[in-house]
T-cell receptor, first 113, second 116 residues
Framework: DQQVKQNSPSLSVQEGRISILNCDYT??????FLWYKKYPAEGPTFLIS?????DKNEDGRFTVFLNKSAKHLSLHIVPSQPGDSAVYFC????????????FGKGTKLSVIP | DAGVIQSPRHEVTEMGQEVTLRCKPI?????LFWYRQTMMRGLELLIY????????DSGMPEDRFSAKMPNASFSTLKIQPSEPRDSAVYFC??????????????FGPGTRLTVL
């Protein structure tokens, strides 16, 4: 059973518009969440994270929102650029300092010029 | 700075053969992780080490899989005997203790394994 779910395998967005990638989790013990980005033939790279004590974290064009009551988080990319085309993985962990991550299956984002 | 290094990048083998995947973590990182990525299951943690000691191997699918970390700069993941269902991309990742962003892991490029 998947504890971290990314229900949209793919998403297409026009350049300049907002991309919204969603992630749901079932384990209420998760308290730290991360987004990774992966290009073909490369390993995932860390993008942004959020602790459960916050509901929003922003880094440039990337913002992650956390809704603990709904066990839902989302990644917003504004404005979307063609270089953002990649697979995005949501990940979660239990406890600050836990090094064990549970990943979703990923969402492939295509930004159309 | 060199990132996580994995070898080989691609491996094609026949069912029943032994396969060894190799990983060199980033110098100074004391956590090392092995993941497997498949279409069906996504990215799964197989095992991780802290200071060369295996901490959790509950993700290792079965006894055919084994992992070692003889020193701080080298780890292996071995599959013996290999089966077609082991075909996947295997990633190694490393992490230092106390990163600014908790749990940030640095991934290698992966080894694509095909078992015929």
């Amino acid at each position: 059973d998947q504890q971290v779910k990314q229900n949209s395998p793919s998403l297409s967005v026009q350049e300049g518009r907002i991309s919204i990638l969603n992630c749901d989790y079932t384990n209420s013990m998760f308290d730290y969440f991360l987004w990774y980005k992966k290009y073909p033939a490369e390993g995932p790279t860390f993008l942004i994270s959020i602790s459960s004590i916050k509901d929003k974290n922003e880094d440039g064009r990337f913002t992650v929102f956390l809704n603990k009551s709904a066990k839902h988080l989302s990644l917003h990319i504004v404005p979307s650029q063609p270089g953002d085309s990649a697979v995005y993985f949501c990940a979660a962990s239990v406890g600050a300092g836990s090094y064990q991550l549970t990943f979703g299956k990923g969402t492939k984002l295509s930004v159309i010029p | 700075d060199a990132g996580v290094i994995q070898s080989p990048r691609h491996e094609v083998t026949e069912m029943g053969q032994e396969v060894t995947l190799r990983c060199k973590p980033i110098s100074g990182h004391d956590y090392l992780f092995w993941y497997r990525q498949t279409m069906m299951r996504g990215l799964e943690l197989l095992i991780y080490f802290n200071n060369n000691v295996p901490i959790d191997d509950s993700g290792m699918p079965e006894d055919r899989f084994s992992a070692k970390m003889p020193n701080a700069s080298f780890s292996t993941l071995k599959i013996q005997p290999s089966e077609p269902r082991d075909s996947a991309v295997y990633f190694c990742a490393s992490s230092p203790t106390g990163t600014i962003s908790y749990n940030e892991q640095f991934f290698g490029p992966g080894t694509r394994l095909t078992v015929l």
